[in-house]
C-alpha cells in the first residue's frame, strides 16, 4: 500500500488532535512556521494539508489572524411569528425562550447614541437621512457564545414627548414596545420582517468569531402603530452557523421530530 502524501499525513494528525481536544473547538492552530518547524515541511505542503482540513469543516482561516478549530455550535430555533403588539419585553422574551431550552443567555448592557440613520433606516422609519434617531445597540448570548448583534432605532420625537427611558443605557424590562404604548400612547400594532443573508462586516467577523466568507442572517424589523406609521427599526444580525427561523402561519400544531418505527413493533410481537 502506498504511502500517504506528506500533506496528508499533517492533515490526519492535526485531525486527531482536534479530535481529541488536544486543539480546542475555538482555539487556533500554530502559525505557518510553527508547523513547517514541527513536520519539517515545506510551505505548499503546510498549506494543502490546512485547505484539507478547512475542506473537512475542521478549521476556518481568518484573514490577519491565522487558523482556527471550527467551533462546534448547537444552533438555536427562534419562532419570528409572535405578538404583534410587542407582549413581553423583548430582552426579557429572549432570555426567556433560551432558558425553556436549559440554555445559559445573556445579554448586554445596551448602548445608546443618538445618530443620523443609515439609509435603510431612514427609508424604514420614512425620516430624513438628515434626522436624529436614538439607537440602542444590545450584544446577545447563548451559553457564553455571541449569538447576535442587535439594534433598535426610535424616532427622536418619542424623547421629546416623555419616553426618556429610550436614552439610558440600561434595560427596559417591559420592552421599549409597551414602554412606549404605557408612556406616551405609541402603540405597536404590527411589523414587519425582511430577512436577507450577507457576508459579515469586519466588526462582525470579529465578534462571532467568523470566517471572512461566511454568512450572516440580517432582519430589519419595522413596527408599525394603528395609522400605518413606523414606529421602530430593530435590525438584528445573526450567523449562519449558529441559528435557524421558523414562520408559523395559522394554528401550527407542536411539530414533533420523532418518527415511529414500525420495525420495533414488530419485534415485540
Known amino acids: 500500500m502506498a504511502q500517504q502524501p506528506m500533506y496528508q499525513q499533517i492533515a490526519e494528525d492535526l485531525r486527531a488532535q482536534i479530535e481529541s481536544g488536544e486543539l480546542a473547538p475555538g482555539g487556533q492552530l500554530p502559525t505557518e512556521l510553527e508547523l513547517r518547524d514541527r513536520y519539517s515541511s515545506s510551505r505548499n505542503t503546510i498549506r494543502d494539508a490546512i485547505k484539507r482540513l478547512t475542506?473537512?469543516?475542521l478549521v476556518e482561516t481568518r484573514p490577519g489572524q491565522g487558523t482556527f478549530v471550527t467551533r462546534v455550535v448547537d444552533?438555536?430555533?427562534y419562532v419570528l411569528t409572535g405578538d404583534p403588539t410587542g407582549g413581553m419585553g423583548e430582552v426579557a422574551a429572549y432570555l426567556s425562550d433560551v432558558s425553556e431550552?436549559?440554555?445559559?443567555?445573556?445579554?448586554?448592557v445596551p448602548k445608546v447614541e443618538i445618530q443620523a440613520p443609515s439609509a435603510e433606516v431612514s427609508r424604514r422609519l420614512r425620516v430624513e437621512p438628515s434626522a436624529q434617531v436614538v439607537s440602542r445597540h444590545e450584544k446577545r448570548y447563548i451559553d457564553g457564545v455571541p449569538w447576535a448583534l442587535q439594534t433598535s432605532f426610535y424616532l427622536m420625537e418619542f424623547i421629546t414627548k416623555g419616553a426618556s427611558r429610550l436614552l439610558m443605557a440600561e434595560h427596559i424590562d417591559e420592552g421599549a414596545?409597551?414602554?412606549l404604548a404605557d408612556t406616551i400612547g405609541i402603540k405597536q400594532a404590527s411589523y414587519q420582517d425582511w430577512i436577507t443573508a450577507r457576508v459579515p462586516d469586519a466588526n462582525e467577523?470579529?465578534?462571532?468569531?467568523?470566517?471572512?466568507?461566511?454568512?450572516v442572517f440580517e432582519i430589519f424589523r419595522t413596527?408599525?402603530?394603528q395609522t400605518?406609521?413606523?414606529?421602530?427599526?430593530?435590525?438584528?444580525?445573526?450567523?449562519?452557523d449558529r441559528n435557524q427561523f421558523i414562520?408559523?402561519?395559522?394554528?401550527?400544531p407542536d411539530l414533533e421530530y420523532e418518527v415511529d418505527d414500525p420495525s420495533a413493533d414488530q419485534a415485540t410481537q
Open 55 to 57: 475542506s473537512q469543516g
Open 75 to 77: 444552533p438555536y430555533v
Open 101 to 108: 431550552s436549559h440554555r445559559l443567555a445573556g445579554v448586554s
Open 177 to 179: 414596545v409597551r414602554y
Open 205 to 215: 467577523q470579529s465578534f462571532f468569531g467568523l470566517a471572512h466568507d461566511a454568512t
Open 223 to 225: 413596527g408599525f402603530d
Open 228 to 240: 400605518g406609521t413606523p414606529l421602530r427599526v430593530t435590525v438584528t444580525v445573526w450567523p449562519a
Open 247 to 252: 414562520v408559523n402561519v395559522g394554528e401550527v
